[in-house]
């Protein structure tokens, strides 16, 4: 037995000695001291001894075992060193390197969270709702009558008769207050889907950003200022907002908001028409049938809800003309921002 042992111990250090790889280092110590490799099997061959011969082999297959474990380091050592200093085949030193390209943000998910951080100074929170959302909670919870255009097929990704793809975030409001007691105060990011002939102006699939605040005695004096500090947190100090009477299904009275125009500052230039102002969202008080659907007391409660496309915030603010821009992942394009 004595004499097996030595030969395994030359054998399996000859073996060592000729691998050059940290692959076949790895394969060695599985066949050698794994735990189904020969040193193993040389212990299970211990019940075949006399209990006067087992501990003489056990100390001997012990510092086998001791002896190919650190000769199996140093090994390993020594490899590690040559393949470090080792160059690829082809490589030359003197060509200049390659800086690492590291990604970013998409520019729509940024501009969306520096909205939404916005409003979270303000103390609105964030609330998500579904991109597959009920008819009823996108549009007749809303207030929008059945004859609406909005609900035509030509206007709306239907499933089916009761199941769509959202067209606005709105539908988060009203499951939102049906879950929660007055007051609150939210904002709704989110991805939307319209039936548009894309151009440069319109997509199929584009993002909102939506808020509601109700409480008791909110009043469209705190819509105003609400609006107006994110308008100048976002675009600057010096912006200004006009309201101008509008109509929306689900708030009532209904105002669109314009801001002074960021490249004439409100004098009139080509960019805003020559009119000093450019549209940038939509806004009103919520519409007693909407507090009626979510189970609200319109004689208790008011509130004020908003809503702004965040690709049209983005071209804005970046001079961006086509929205196509967003979605085509053109590196030359996303890279700007």
């Not at 409001?173 to 440069?200: C, F, L, S, T």
């Amino acid at each position: 037995m004595e004499e097996q042992l030595r030969q395994l111990r030359e054998e399996a250090l000859e073996e060592l000695g000729g691998l050059d790889e940290i692959q076949a280092l790895e394969g060695f110590r599985i066949k050698f001291l794994g735990k189904k490799g020969v040193v193993a099997g040389l212990y299970g061959r211990m019940g075949a001894l006399t209990p006067e011969e087992r501990p003489a082999f056990g100390q001997a297959v012990n510092a086998l075992r001791d002896e190919l474990e650190s000769s199996l380091a140093a090994r390993k050592e020594e490899v590690g060193e040559k393949v470090e200093g080792r160059l690829p085949a082809g490589y030359d030193p003197s060509l200049p390197g390659f800086s690492p390209w590291f990604g970013r943000r998409h520019i729509l998910a940024s501009v969306m969270e520096e909205i939404v951080d916005i409003f979270r100074g303000m103390g609105f929170s964030v609330a998500d709702g579904p991109e597959v959302e009920l008819d009823y909670f996108n549009f007749q919870a809303l207030n929008f009558p059945d004859d609406h255009p909005s609900r035509d097929t030509q206007d709306t990704f239907y499933i089916n008769e009761d199941v769509l793809l959202r067209t606005h975030t709105s539908p988060v409001q009203v499951r939102y207050m049906e879950k929660n007691p007055p007051p609150i105060r939210i904002v709704v990011p989110g991805r939307v889907y319209r039936n548009e002939a894309i151009d440069a102006s319109h997509a199929a699939e584009f993002h909102q950003v939506e808020g509601l605040y109700v409480d008791e005695g909110v009043t469209m004096g705190d819509l105003t200022v609400s609006l107006r500090n994110f308008a100048r947190e976002f675009f600057g100090t010096g912006t200004e907002l006009r309201f101008r009477p509008h109509f929306f299904p689900f708030t009532e009275p209904s105002a669109e908001a314009d801001m002074t125009c960021f490249g004439c500052g409100g004098s009139g230039c080509r960019i805003c028409g020559n009119t000093g102002w450019i549209e940038i969202m939509g806004a009103g008080m919520v519409h007693p049938n909407v507090f009626k659907s979510a189970g609200y007391d319109s004689d208790k409660v008011t509130g004020f809800a908003f809503g702004m496309g965040v690709e049209r915030i983005a071209m804005l603010r970046h001079g961006i003309k086509d929205i196509r821009l967003f979605l085509e992942n053109d590196l030359r394009f996303l890279s700007q921002f």
